[in-house]
């Protein structure tokens, strides 16, 4: 497996520059790359997720602002503008800042939050050989990056001076710190399976094996606990606590306006693709099609569709069904309150990660033993 | 109930916290000043008066036919409810003892698509305060039908001055009976997929169920009425236990408060009375639709009302509670007094007592499950 990065040096290479100043070149390219990812993927998923709230909720969400002539008219898909014309209107928006707040802890915060998000996306596989850095921790590495973005939150929380805003940052903080156990403990559970913290030897070992969900009871209940904790890491519904709209007005982001808070929501959205795509390479297979499991009265002719080309197309639809379903969650669940959301991490996951983690220890052996 | 910290351990102090009068969840322009220690509440003190319009002043001012619309601004979620009550009052004042059967007909389907409408917001807000967004949506949608359906009655769609003191502004449309009956088979299915979404739901339960109890006596003894008191278990209901208009012809139950999913009187059981009491009014609607009788809907409508010197109290039952109206006449066209007995005012009284001790998340819920409506508290 080989990695943009290393790619793009090679490509630099006819400069016949140091290779250390080659690296510094080649970086921006994906940077760049990266950044228009998170941008899209906001733009696009804020779109989306207002007409799928707009569809369960029985009405028919942005309708007016329209895109290149194409304004939808009377079609449930019109308005595919409304979320361009909201960003230009965050970024000309006055930034309030208020008077006794810590500015400089204030304009940090959002940054910090951002970067959190823009360097895991270093390590997140798109497809096959479509990643910046093959690490040889890369697993290792998404967990450690997406927990950077707690430090912005508890900031952005202290230095708005608010106490609605403290109270928001509190309970993301217990919150983000108890749910990367229960994700750690899933995530280690993988690892111990296919032996490698590489993204792309986990996905290897299921191309070679079958994919995680499917490939004992135990590593089946652990997606389903990680998908549950990445859901309250990334404070979504029904674990959004933190910005408990009804309790808290906007919680730690209540005193944000304007580009900051764009920032933030920018932010949010990435990590949940974020979490979605791990999701995906870890358990779902990856860049692997379905259509290999069930080659079972399946064309010839459709095992095209089975290829390193299609691996980015197979990554994102399975990334992106669960980005559907975080949305899904948010619309039809109420909100845990602070005791219960914290009773569910330490008192039902951790230990059912625990259990299960010495029970798929004992599986393997046995299966490695007896049944090979 | 969780146990606050003994604070000359830790050092601690307590914060104040300031909820509202802007806030997504006072529903209006209520202010909780609330003491708390960490996630904990200790002490809630709910300020009003935000939305005081000085309504039993300007009564003193107005003739009785101008109070009309002025009731029907104080609960602007029932305001059909508060013209009927303040109707039934001046008709007591005036001694009208009947009013022709057509009139009391109509007051009463109103009423209770009033009471419908009324109880889909505080089921649907309710559901807002603990985080569900959709159930809110949903029932606005089918509130908005009731609304379409008083819009062809009354012409207006909030506030409607549609009751008055002997009869009714005018009479009901030819095509309402047929518009309203199919408004019902459609509307009763709908209260299953409330149930589905919300009601039953797990997460919704663990947040409402044992939250906020309260219990029968404490509800008696802070004067709690209306959907509120009969989740405490207490069957009160004025429309059985003092029948006024024509309630006393119908058949139908008064739903209480079982503790299906917890204790007797806590937010889930004030939340699902709400949600059995719309069914009692459906069936109420059937019985009343298709009886409707033939007459003149003005005839008994005073010229002039001059009531003679005296007092009188009346009580209804609207969708929040028990409101009273106590009027004293001097003999002149406009009341020397006018002291209104406030459903939502009381029930808000009983605040602190039951949720002191819990988290802030479930002050909401609570405060949310009482169903306040401001316009009423403050008049």
């Known amino acids: ?372 | 109930m969780y146990k606050i910290l003994d604070k000359s351990i830790i050092g601690a102090d307590e914060m104040v916290l300031n909820m509202g009068p802007q806030h997504p969840s006072t529903h209006g322009v209520l202010r909780l000043k609330i003491v708390t220690d960490g996630e904990v509440v200790s002490h809630i003190e709910p300020i009003i008066g935000y939305l005081h319009r000085c309504f039993e002043k300007h009564c003193e001012n107005l003739s009785y036919e101008q109070i009309a619309p002025f009731a029907d601004r104080c609960d602007y979620l029932a305001a059909m409810h508060m013209g009927h009550a303040y109707a039934i009052s001046v008709e007591k004042l005036l001694g009208i003892e009947e009013l022709p059967s057509r009139v009391e007909y109509i007051r009463v389907i109103l009423a209770e698509f009033q009471r419908i409408s009324s109880h889909l917001i505080a089921i649907g807000v309710f559901g807002l305060d603990v985080g569900a967004i959709t159930p809110f949506t949903w029932t606005l949608r089918d509130r908005e039908r009731i609304i379409d359906l008083f819009e062809q009655v009354t012409g207006a769609r909030l506030l409607y001055n549609y009751i008055w003191p002997g009869g009714l502004a005018h009479d009901l449309p030819p095509t309402f009976v047929n518009k309203a009956l199919e408004f019902l088979d459609y509307f009763e299915p709908q209260i299953e997929e409330y149930n589905n979404l919300l009601t039953t739901n797990k997460i919704f339960i663990e947040r409402s169920a044992d939250v906020g109890v309260m219990p029968k006596d404490v509800a008696i003894n802070y004067g709690v009425t209306g959907p509120s008191l009969r989740g405490s278990g207490m069957p009160f209901d004025l429309r059985k236990d003092e029948p006024y208009s024509i309630y006393s012809k119908f058949d139908f139950d008064v739903p209480i408060g079982e503790g299906l999913m917890g204790t007797v009187g806590d937010s889930w059981d004030r939340y699902y009375v709400k949600v059995l009491e719309m069914k009692e009014s459906i069936k109420i609607l059937r019985q009343a639709l298709p009886q409707i009788p033939d007459g003149d809907v003005q005839s008994a409508l005073p010229k002039k009302i001059r009531p003679k010197k005296g007092e009188i109290y009346s009580r209804y039952e609207t969708a929040r509670g028990d409101v009273g109206f106590y009027i004293r006449s001097g003999g002149k066209n406009t009341p020397t007094r006018l002291k209104m007995r406030s459903p939502a005012y009381c029930n808000l009284s009983v605040l602190n007592e039951i949720s002191a001790g819990w988290m802030i998340s479930d002050v909401i819920t609570v405060l949310g499950s009482l169903d306040i409506v401001l316009g009423e508290i403050d008049r």
């Open chain 1, 1 to 372: 497996m080989t990695s943009a990065l290393d790619y793009l040096i090679e490509l630099l290479a006819f400069t016949g520059l140091d290779h250390s100043i080659l690296v510094v070149l080649a970086i921006h390219i994906p940077a760049l790359a990266i950044f228009l990812v998170m941008v899209v993927n906001a733009t696009i998923a804020v779109y989306v997720e207002r007409k799928v709230a707009a569809f369960m909720q029985d009405r028919l969400g942005p309708m007016e602002v329209g895109l290149f002539g194409f304004k939808g008219g009377r079609r449930f898909w019109g308005g595919i503008g409304q979320t361009i014309a909201d960003a230009i209107k965050l970024l000309t928006k006055e930034d309030i800042v208020p008077d006794n707040a810590d500015k400089k802890l204030m304009l940090l915060a959002p940054f910090i939050i951002f970067i959190g998000a823009f360097l895991t996306f270093i390590a997140v596989p798109f497809s096959e050989n479509l990643v910046v850095s093959d690490f040889n921790v890369g697993i290792f590495y998404i967990i450690a990056m997406s927990s950077v973005g707690v430090i912005g939150i508890i900031l952005a929380g202290w230095s708005s001076n608010n106490k609605w805003s403290l109270y928001g940052a509190m309970r993301a903080a217990a919150q983000i710190v108890s749910y990367e156990i229960p994700i750690g403990l899933t995530l280690l559970l993988v690892v111990i399976v296919a032996g490698s913290l590489n993204l792309g030897d986990i996905v290897q070992w299921q191309a070679d094996n079958r994919w995680f969900i499917i490939h004992s009871p135990f590593t089946f209940v652990a997606f389903f606990i990680y998908f549950i904790s990445v859901v309250a890491e990334t404070n979504r519904t029904p674990f959004d606590i933190p910005e408990a709209e009804s309790e808290l007005v906007a919680g730690w982001m209540t005193e944000y306006s304007g580009f900051k808070w764009a920032i933030f929501f920018l932010s949010e959205y990435a990590n949940m693709l974020i979490v979605s795509i791990v999701a995906s390479v870890v358990f779902l297979g990856g860049w692997l099609s379905p259509l290999a499991i069930l080659n079972i009265g399946i064309p010839e002719s459709w095992m095209i569709l089975d290829g390193p080309i299609l691996g980015f197309f197979w990554v994102m639809l399975k990334a992106l069904f669960l980005v559907f379903v975080m949305m899904w969650f948010r619309w039809t669940f109420p909100r845990l309150r602070v005791d219960q959301l914290m009773y569910l991490c330490w008192k039902v996951f951790i230990p059912f990660c625990l259990a299960n983690l010495f029970f798929v220890s004992i599986w393997e052996l046995i299966s490695g033993t007896i049944f090979r």
